[in-house]
């Protein structure tokens, strides 16, 4: 056989090896389903671990700065709106139950109703999105996005309301006092200059939209891989194919519950803790 | 006819049985991939080079009189950025751990042919960051990007870099993934784990810490660029960060880097030494889980970059005792190695030349790791020139030897073709001796003081500047001649048919075509024997099972 | 041209035990090197292919007692160089007393330093021989590091944060000064000379140095104060001009404030349980930023005073304040 007809033949990738490869499911490198299925498995397990050290390196960081600066995190951290939070950690909670019914679909061969598992997994996911955006833009509002004018005074009057912060004079210079109201009593247990005031709470701010964000795209790359397997599966509906490859959908569920955990992860540390 | 008797060029193999550009650009064979890899790779090797040769020229006398310190510091973070993480790196995973790890463990090919491609789009388009970053007018924060230096001061297109680093990192990322998978489930019948040609196991070693490692340093280098453009004080202490947290992230992953530059290669020197000494190589197991042993202690030796930072004396000395510790699988292997050549049958062909230059190159990058990882000496001697010397020896002399042992090694079964072993012996040569003049001096000098990144230095190290200034032209012929020499015979060299020229053991020797078939094996083979059993020549490692016969409408699987 | 050095002076006490250590090991690397280096080439020429007259019979290919000797011996080696090296670092780089103390500031692209007589140098640094040294370093904007080859000591400057290194030196003589950590364009040009002089010299030279003593010297007189005052001294000034005296040392002060005379030293309770040693690192943070770590029994009614003072007015108000505490020379 020459080049040419080698390039003709199109049976050559499994040429006499005697194995099947029906229907495009198997990979032409495997040689059992059973071997492909644990090998997506294994590596999708790899790569949650890469995520979880990616995620891990920044909660690390995170977690020193909260310690070192806990009065003015915790005063930054009062901005973020914990209804909006709680929200979206239970859409997220939903879409995972969803995403898992979708998985057991797949593997029954329900072509439909893991469209539609997957179709809801989607919306809650689009919802979360549409949250997000609405949390952000109130962000950007009160000028807490930490860019060019990123403005701390939103943080600080909510503080005074609440009794968390005086502003004091002392030297001639302004001079925040951070502390508790209790029983009309202040009691100063940190003073920072507001330009220090300035930069730890955008110190959060920075965590929280580099944290969130990372967080976001996983759910936005999340969403188009679901968009796919929606198409898929509606066709494979349409064609009333008996079997298909549950795998991509069992991934995507691996992934999916990552992409739930690490929020679960930042939604306490991020909204909750020192309220 | 059976698909095994061919012969001559017209034989259709990986390379010939489709020559578009579009079949190279869009291909999942893995062996493709590595020459894809080997050739993107060769661009930056002679860019690195090239920053090299202009800061070896800059110190050939003691004035900074060739180049201003802002060019100068420029050509030392391009040199750093490029060789480390535009060469090294990907060197010998990304083109021998694709191209023949795949063929060792008698696999069509990796678990995932398509994330490997992607890992290839993932590093060009990393690595055309990195270079528009250094056209447009070039970095000068060392390869380290040591904060605050490089998120409050540096200017130019620092955050650029990052990017490109980023999606570097995310390519070696899914280049481990992708081993790591193929070698836990696409190993042939039996091809049991203790089977495994010891490459494979430093490649696994490699991988682990390249999942492990590299999603550290891409968050942290990350952080930086959002520090640069956001002015949020995370490793700035003016604006309230801590420039040491940096130092730990970055070290973190950069430390087991060393690793995923140096356990590949040693890897390759296993293979390489026991083909030409015809024996096993001894102690395998140990060789074995020395490399598992170096990529898990060597995740926590990072702190030992860090001893004059003024971080704990208690914290220095747990970071020390483990430095000491992680010395000890190398000198473990390199013992084995040796046995291996005792009572061998030893070939001085090229690629054992490379390797034999590994081993004394090694050694003395290993042992002066000692100075370094005692803290007294270790505090005098960092960021001098010793520490230049010393992860050169370790970086350049272990890596790039392995790396020229490997490509001399596979380079029959990649093209078909064989390099002149003549000018291959007096390359090797002209390695081996320019390297030892280029470096050894800088321990010297590194002794005596001279700092690391120095544009001029005082008059009275002239002499041995102007040495390693010689060496580094003697080197430099000798990596530009395989660099010719090679691209020659990939016209005029002797045309390999042979499936084994070296007479080596292995599946990728035994079993496999030169160049491969486009899907390696006729069939998968079923593993016989363990790696190296040149006790056994009349038994071979594996076989090729003869087709079963196709029932036609029967089922099967 | 071939009268080069290949090593460098030794002048201190410390750069004679590093370089003993130093020895050592690179003794023990050539022995490991060269059985290694000539057992290869041995190896590989007496049974290159082609040499059929050597026994190859019993050529086993893993034998545990070997394994085991070239595991447990470079094993026992490492750990006895490792114990003898981290008991010489920690001998030198933990705490000690009775030194004379110099301040070390780090900037793009200079060191300046300071003598407690407030004599101050430029990328001059002039020491007693003889005499145990204690510098602390500090950086003003990037990481530097502060680089004695013929001492054979180094410590980093970073901002933020006092980095001590303790040293004897033993010649006098001119010795390099470097800057090792990259710090930008002109990192190789932020280099200077350790000047060490013979005890009376040294005195002499401080006398003449002394602030006001010489009216040349351009830089005593900066924008930090100084004036003709020991460091000690223009400490006292600086307290005064930031106000502190309102409330500390002040026996009619109108609040309840810590006794800093006794802060240097000393074990501080803070009001959390925990204690912190009273050294620069603690008085450093609780000028800059008092509520960090609040003393026991007392409230947080101090301002922090990040931003406005200099790392020169840093340096003056430790250096009083060690003055209050009785610790002149060598921090006792």
Redesign the interface.
């Known amino acids: 056989m020459s080049v040419k007809e080698l390039e003709k033949s199109a049976t050559l990738e499994h040429a006499g090896d005697g194995h099947f490869h029906g229907d495009g499911i198997l990979g032409e490198q495997f040689e059992t389903l059973e071997q492909q299925n644990t090998s997506y498995l294994i590596g999708m397990w790899a790569f949650i671990v890469q995520e979880v050290l990616f995620f891990g390196a920044i909660f690390t960081a995170y977690a020193i700065y909260r310690f070192k600066y806990v009065l003015e995190f915790t005063l930054a951290h009062h901005e973020l709106s914990v209804p909006i939070g709680t929200l979206n950690t239970f859409v997220l909670l939903f879409s995972s139950y969803t995403m898992a019914r979708a998985v057991r679909a797949a593997m029954q061969n329900r072509h439909k109703k893991q469209a539609f598992y997957l179709l809801l997994t989607f919306l809650f996911a689009g919802v979360f999105m549409v949250n997000k955006y609405f949390e952000y833009g109130a962000k950007f509002e009160h000028h807490l996005f930490p860019g060019g004018d990123y403005d701390a005074h939103t943080i600080v009057e909510h503080a005074e309301k609440k009794g968390e912060l005086r502003v004091a004079e002392?030297?001639g210079?302004e001079?925040y006092e951070?502390g508790k109201t209790r029983d009309g009593q202040f009691?100063?247990?940190?003073?920072?200059?507001p330009?220090?005031f300035e930069q730890r709470t955008r110190l959060f701010f920075g965590f929280y939209f580099v944290m969130t964000g990372l967080h976001g795209l996983h759910v936005l790359v999340g969403m188009i891989i679901i968009a796919i397997l929606i198409g898929r599966a509606w066709i494979d509906h349409m064609k009333n194919k008996p079997v298909a490859d549950y795998m991509p959908v069992e991934m995507t569920g691996l992934y999916w519950h990552l992409v739930d955990i690490v929020w679960i992860f930042l939604f306490p540390l991020l909204y909750l803790i020192g309220r | 006819m059976a698909t095994a008797t061919y012969t001559g060029t017209d034989k259709p193999n990986y390379l010939n049985w489709k020559t578009t550009v579009a079949s190279w650009l869009l291909t999942y064979d893995h062996k493709r991939i590595g020459i894809l890899y080997l050739v993107t790779i060769s661009i930056f090797f002679a860019l690195g080079g090239l920053a090299a040769a202009m800061i070896r020229m800059e110190l050939a006398t003691p004035k900074?009189d060739l180049l201003t310190?802002?060019v100068y510091?420029k050509m030392f973070t391009a040199h750093g950025v490029i060789m480390i993480f535009l060469f090294l790196i990907p060197s010998i995973p990304a083109v021998f751990g694709n191209f023949a790890l795949p063929l060792m463990i008698g696999a069509r090919d990796v678990a995932f042919p398509r994330l490997n491609l992607l890992s290839w789009y993932f590093f060009t388009a990393g690595a055309l960051c990195v270079l528009v970053a250094l056209f447009r007018g070039g970095i000068?924060t060392?390869w380290?990007f040591?904060t605050?230096?490089s998120s409050?001061?540096?200017k130019g297109e620092v955050s650029l870099a990052i990017v490109g680093i980023f999606l570097a990192g995310f390519a070696s990322i899914f280049t481990g993934i992708n081993f790591l998978v193929t070698i836990h489930k696409m190993r042939a019948p039996g091809m049991t784990w203790f089977r495994l040609p010891l490459f494979v196991w430093a490649m696994y070693a490699t991988s682990l810490i390249q999942v492990l490692g590299t999603p550290v340093v891409a968050i942290t280098l990350l952080l930086v660029a959002v520090e640069r453009s956001f002015r949020i004080g995370i490793f700035d202490?003016?604006l309230g960060g801590d420039?040491?947290l940096y130092q730990h992230l970055f070290w973190f992953y950069s430390h087991p880097a060393v690793y995923i530059m140096i356990l590949p290669a040693m890897g390759v020197i296993s293979e390489v030494i026991s083909a030409f000494?015809?024996?096993?190589?001894?102690?395998?197991?140990?060789v074995a889980f020395s490399s598992l042993a170096i990529a898990i202690i060597g995740f926590l030796v990072w702190g030992h970059h860090m001893f004059?930072?003024?971080q704990s004396?208690y914290a220095?000395?747990v970071f020390?005792?483990l430095t000491?510790?992680v010395?000890?699988p190398s000198?473990?292997k390199?013992?084995?190695?040796?046995?291996?050549?005792?009572?061998?049958?030893?070939?001085?062909e090229t690629p054992?030349l490379y390797a034999?230059g590994f081993?004394?190159l090694f050694?003395?990058g290993g042992?002066?790791g000692?100075?370094l990882?005692?803290?007294?000496?270790n505090?005098?001697l960092?960021?001098?020139y010793f520490i230049v010397a010393h992860f050169h020896y370790v970086m350049v002399g272990g890596g790039i030897m392995g790396y020229l042992a490997a490509l001399h090694f596979w380079w029959p079964k990649m093209t078909g073709r064989m390099y002149p072993e003549g000018w291959g012996k007096l390359a090797a040569l002209l390695v081996f001796v320019g390297f030892n003049l280029t470096f050894f001096p800088q321990f010297?000098l590194g002794?005596?003081?001279m700092?690391?990144?120095?544009?001029?230095?005082?008059e009275?190290?002239?002499?041995?500047n102007v040495l390693s200034t010689a060496g580094s032209s003697v080197l430099g012929l000798g990596y530009l001649l395989p660099l010719i020499y090679l691209t020659w015979s990939l016209k005029y060299g002797k045309v390999v048919t042979e499936r084994n020229p070296w007479g080596a053991r292995g599946l990728e020797w035994e079993l496999v075509d030169t160049p491969p078939d486009p899907h390696n094996f006729e069939r998968t083979p079923i593993v016989t024997r363990p790696a190296y059993d040149y006790n056994h020549p009349e038994e071979p490692t594996g076989f090729v099972p003869k087709p079963r016969p196709v029932v036609v409408g029967g089922k099967d699987g | 041209?071939?009268n080069?050095?290949?090593?460098?002076p030794t002048a201190s006490k410390e750069g004679a035990?590093?370089s003993l250590?130093?020895w050592a090991?690179?003794t023990?690397?050539i022995v490991?090197?060269s059985i290694?280096?000539f057992?290869?080439?041995y190896?590989?020429?007496r049974?290159?292919?082609d040499n059929n007259a050597?026994?190859?019979s019993n050529?086993t290919?893993?034998?545990l007692r070997?394994?085991l000797a070239?595991?447990l011996i470079?094993?026992v080696l490492?750990?006895v160089?490792?114990g003898?090296?981290?008991k010489?670092?920690?001998d030198?780089?933990?705490p000690r007393e009775g030194y004379y103390e110099v301040f070390v500031i780090g900037k793009?692209w200079m060191w300046h330093c300071q003598h407690p007589n407030g004599a101050r140098e430029n990328n001059v640094l002039t020491l007693p021989a003889g005499r145990l040294v204690k510098a602390s370093i500090i950086s003003q904007?990037?990481?530097h590091?502060f680089?004695i080859?013929?001492f054979?000591?180094?410590?980093?400057a970073?901002?933020?944060?006092y980095?001590?290194m303790y040293f004897t030196p033993t010649k006098p003589g001119e010795y390099?000064l470097?800057?090792?950590?990259?710090?930008?364009?002109?990192?190789?040009?932020m280099i200077g000379k350790v000047v060490v002089l013979p005890e009376e010299e040294f005195q002499k030279w401080l006398e003449k140095n002394a602030p006001g003593a010489v009216a040349a010297t351009t830089t005593t007189t900066s924008a930090a104060g100084g004036g003709t005052l020991t460091l000690a001294q223009q400490g006292e000034q600086t307290f005064k001009a930031l106000?502190c005296n309102a409330c500390h040392l002040n026996p009619n002060s109108a609040v309840k404030v810590p006794d800093i005379t006794k802060t240097w030293g000393s074990e501080i309770k803070l009001a959390d349980g925990s204690t912190v040693k009273g050294d620069e690192a603690y008085i450093r943070e609780s000028i800059l930023?008092?509520?960090?770590k609040i003393h026991a029994g007392y409230?947080?009614?101090?301002?922090?005073y990040?931003?406005?003072v200099s790392e020169e007015q840093l340096i003056q108000l430790i250096t009083y304040i060690k003055s209050l505490a009785g610790a002149g020379e060598g921090g006792k």
């Open positions: 002392e030297n210079k001079v951070l009691t100063v247990f940190k003073k920072v200059t330009e220090e | 900074g310190s802002d510091n000068d060392g380290t040591y605050p230096y409050s001061f540096a202490p003016n420039p040491i000494s015809k024996r096993r190589v001894f102690g395998y197991h140990f004059s930072t003024g004396m220095g000395i020390s005792f000491w510790i010395a000890i000198a473990i390199t013992f084995n190695w040796m046995a291996t050549i005792w009572k061998g049958r030893v070939h001085w054992m034999l081993m004394g050694v003395i042992l002066t000692l100075h990882a005692a803290m007294a000496t505090v005098h960092t960021d001098t010297i002794y005596m003081g700092p690391r990144r120095y544009h001029s230095y005082p009275e190290w002239a002499v041995l | 041209m071939w080069f050095p290949l090593v460098p035990d590093i250590l130093y090991i690179t023990l690397a490991f090197g290694v280096l057992g290869v080439i190896l590989a020429v049974y290159r292919a050597v026994d190859r050529a290919d893993s034998d070997i394994e070239w595991t470079p094993l490492a750990l160089i490792f003898w090296a981290t010489l670092y920690a030198i780089y933990a793009q904007d990037v990481i590091a680089s080859p013929a054979r000591i180094k410590r980093d970073v901002p933020g944060r980095n001590a390099h470097f800057c090792t950590e990259y710090c930008g364009t002109k990192h190789s040009e106000g930023n008092p509520g960090a409230q947080n009614l101090m301002p922090p990040q931003g406005q």
